[in-house]
Nanobody, 128 residues
Framework: QVQLVESGGGLVQAGGSLGLSCAPS????????MGWFRQAPGKEREFVAA????????LYGNSVKGRFTISRDKAKNTVYLQMNSLTPEDTAVYYC?????????????????????WGQGTQVTVSS
């Protein structure tokens, strides 16, 4: 069983930056990929970004493209989400997720149902 531990959430002013990290606990991650999702009150869970673990290929949601960067450090067994130019619309609980099994397409990481494990979530609040 993989447990994902997120850190780095908090309060930031609009236009600022914040970084999140997520590390699978217990063992080194060797699955297909990891992703970040977010959920604001009253809204559905939204895809933010994903990365394949072995090759480092990335994918971004349209609302964050150009502002957020996902990366992974295989040696540290950690995935990161660097968020720049934050707006109040980025306020949400951010979740880290991991998919174990190989997928034919990177696009499969957009769908939250394609992930095996989820973190507990970390709150990001952007003030105007």
């Amino acid at each position: 069983q993989v447990q994902l531990v997120e850190s780095g959430g908090g309060l930031v002013q609009a236009g600022g930056s914040l970084g999140l990290s997520c590390a699978p606990s217990g063992r080194a991650f060797s699955g297909y990929g990891m992703g970040w999702f977010r959920q604001a009150p009253g809204k559905e869970r939204e895809f933010v970004a994903a990365i394949t673990w072995t090759t480092g290929n990335t994918l971004y949601g349209n609302s964050v493209k150009g502002r957020f960067t996902i990366s992974r450090d295989k040696a540290k067994n950690t995935v990161y989400l660097q968020m720049n130019s934050l707006t109040p619309e980025d306020t949400a609980v951010y979740y880290c997720a991991a998919r174990n099994n190989f997928a034919q397409s990177l696009l499969s990481l957009i769908d939250p149902s394609n992930y095996n494990y989820w973190g507990q979530g970390t709150q990001v609040t952007v003030s105007s």
